[in-house]
């Protein structure tokens, strides 16, 4: 048996084709409902910060891509400048750079989990599954970074001092009323995570027979 016989596994036998099709059109259906979900995510908040306070009366907000941020960015910018953040531009360069390639390359690998049926299927799919964790982490981390590493220099920075701000739920900085919350491309990409958890409960339940019976023969 070739290498990529190994990788690939074992071909569905014609006599399970029929009424048995179903249990190995599981797999495929999940994987590839979780590759269309990733990729409509992209167009799509994955994070939302609402902030409030008395010289902004209607509130701001800042809507997080994943590789860029609009709303109310030009007025939290004049701000940061007073209380010694950083500005936008200087976060989380490098993931923003790369992120839109990447959740398409996640996307192209759970297509070619597709081919697969053996556990190396897990190599293409574990990407995907961990993506928004993964996503929820970096944030945290920058949000952490940003809040911890004021410029002394600013008039309001030593007023404010450093915090961070939860990735999620409310929090007060000075004197902002702030609430982040998961964005829609953030839920798609969790949805995506949990069908690709899904898929491999029934690839393994579909493909694991199969090779247990070619390694007898």
């Known amino acids: 048996m070739s ?20 249990k190995y059109q599981l797999p495929t259906w999940m994987f590839t409902g979780a590759a269309l979900l990733l990729m409509v995510s992209l167009l799509l908040p994955y994070w939302v910060l609402y902030l409030k306070a008395p010289q902004f009366p209607n509130g701001l907000q800042v809507r997080a ?6 709303g109310d960015v030009g007025e939290l910018e004049g701000l940061n400048h007073y209380v010694g953040l950083k ?4 976060g989380a360069v490098f993931e923003r750079s790369v992120a839109v390639i990447s959740v398409i390359v996640l ?27 993964i996503f929820i982490g970096d944030l945290q981390f920058w949000l952490w970074k940003y809040g911890n590493q004021l410029d002394p220099r600013a008039p309001l920075a030593a007023a404010v001092g450093e915090f961070t701000p939860p990735v999620f ?15 829609p491309g953030l839920v798609l990409a969790f949805i995506a995570s949990a069908m690709i958890a899904v898929g491999l409960w029934y690839h393994r339940k579909a493909y694991k027979p199969l090779i247990e019976k070619s390694a007898a023969k």
Do not use: H
């Open 169 to 183: 739920g409310p929090a007060k900085i000075a004197q902002f009323d702030t609430l982040a919350l998961p964005g």
């Open 107 to 133: 996307a192209g690998l759970l297509v070619a989990a597709l081919l697969v049926r053996t556990r190396w299927v897990l190599l293409l799919v574990l990407p995907g599954l961990l993506f928004p964790f």
């Open 87 to 90: 500005s936008f531009d200087d």
């Open 3 to 22: 290498i990529v016989d190994r990788i690939l596994g074992p071909r569905i036998p014609k006599e399970e084709r029929g009424e048995d099709a179903r």
């Open 65 to 70: 891509y994943v590789n860029r941020l609009e």
